[in-house]
């Protein structure tokens, strides 16, 4: 175990102060999967001939394309398992959790070793979605390098640009939308972290009733336009295509989709708001009571024993 490091010194800092001690660690051609908080040091890791995964950085722009948010979206899957064992171990060890007196300093490392060593011994391992994880990772696969077509028909045929009045959604609305098994859903948003945030997405656009609130137009044959609030900014509403075929089998029966907010292009899986919609229309409704996040959020990893805690998430809107 490596450290301690000053509280001014970020992740990019460490990262230059310890490459060179981790040389019997790593070679050349290894991957380092990071977060964006070592942008700075990622020049450096590929001098030393060593590959990056990172997610992409939108900066200015309104949106990633599809490629980087595919890329984005595999990354935060492959680095899923160090969230939950950070937030873990701030659940299982609430001192780690804390802001420590400095008289505790010389303490922490043996605190973090004996901890870890804890987790380690027993809790089981990290799994998630581990009965259909190959199927997972054919869908992933299968749409890593694919353009989301429908965002480039939306823009084509100025759909974004049509002005045309929404209509509040009922429950007798939308009635050929297809309807889909939770295990199908997982599949096509590429596993339950996407799903629970869906769910959790979902609850606040539940008025105190449970009905949800929604605006969408049909315009176009299978296709609708769905307006949804941002979660983070109270005027933003993002509008999102979803093109559906209700006489196909399964996840096939939700054909393409795209959304305006910064990872509305993914193919891998989609955006917590196009996900949302999803969920309702072809899940969420048909259910006799649509329960909310702390609840659905914790019977996730039920069977695994497990309760965990993400604390980044790549769908910032």
Aim: hydrophobic share 35%; aromatic share 8%; glycine share 4%.
């Amino acid at each position: 175990m490596l450290g301690l490091y000053h509280a001014n010194e970020n992740d990019a800092s460490i990262m230059r102060k310890i490459i060179d001690s981790m040389s019997n660690l790593v070679q050349s051609d290894d991957i380092f999967v990071l977060d964006i908080g070592f942008r700075d040091v990622v020049p450096l890791l590929q001098s030393k001939e060593f590959k990056v995964m990172m997610p992409s950085i939108k900066g200015k722009r309104k949106q990633l394309t599809a490629k980087e948010a595919n890329e984005s979206r595999s990354v935060t899957k492959i680095r899923w398992v160090v969230e939950a064992k950070h937030g873990a171990l701030k659940q299982r060890f609430k001192l780690l959790d804390q802001t420590l007196d400095n008289k505790m300093l010389p303490n922490i490392k043996s605190l973090y070793r004996i901890a870890s060593y804890l987790l380690n011994l027993f809790s089981k391992p990290l799994t998630s979605d581990i009965h259909m994880s190959n199927e997972i990772y054919e869908q992933m696969i299968s749409k890593n390098y694919s353009e989301n077509i429908l965002a480039v028909e939306v823009e084509q045929k100025g759909w974004m640009r049509k002005k045309l009045p929404f209509q509040m959604f009922s429950s007798n609305d939308i009635t050929d939308f297809p309807q889909l098994s939770e295990p199908e859903l997982k599949l096509l948003f590429t596993g339950s972290y996407q799903l629970g945030q869906a769910i959790s997405y979902l609850a606040e656009l539940l008025d105190e009733n449970g009905a949800f609130k929604m605006a969408y137009v049909k315009d176009q044959t299978k296709i609708l336009k769905i307006q949804v609030q941002s979660r983070h900014i109270s005027k933003k509403v993002y509008r999102c295509f979803i093109k559906y075929h209700p006489e196909a089998e399964g996840i096939h029966t939700i054909q393409q989709y795209c959304c305006e907010c910064a990872n509305g292009l993914r193919t891998v899986g989609c955006c917590s708001h196009v996900a949302a919609v999803i969920y309702y229309l072809s899940h969420g409704r048909y259910l006799s009571k649509i329960q909310r996040p702390n609840e659905r959020l914790s019977s996730l990893f039920q069977n695994e024993g497990l309760t965990v805690t993400i604390e980044t998430d790549s769908d910032d809107d």
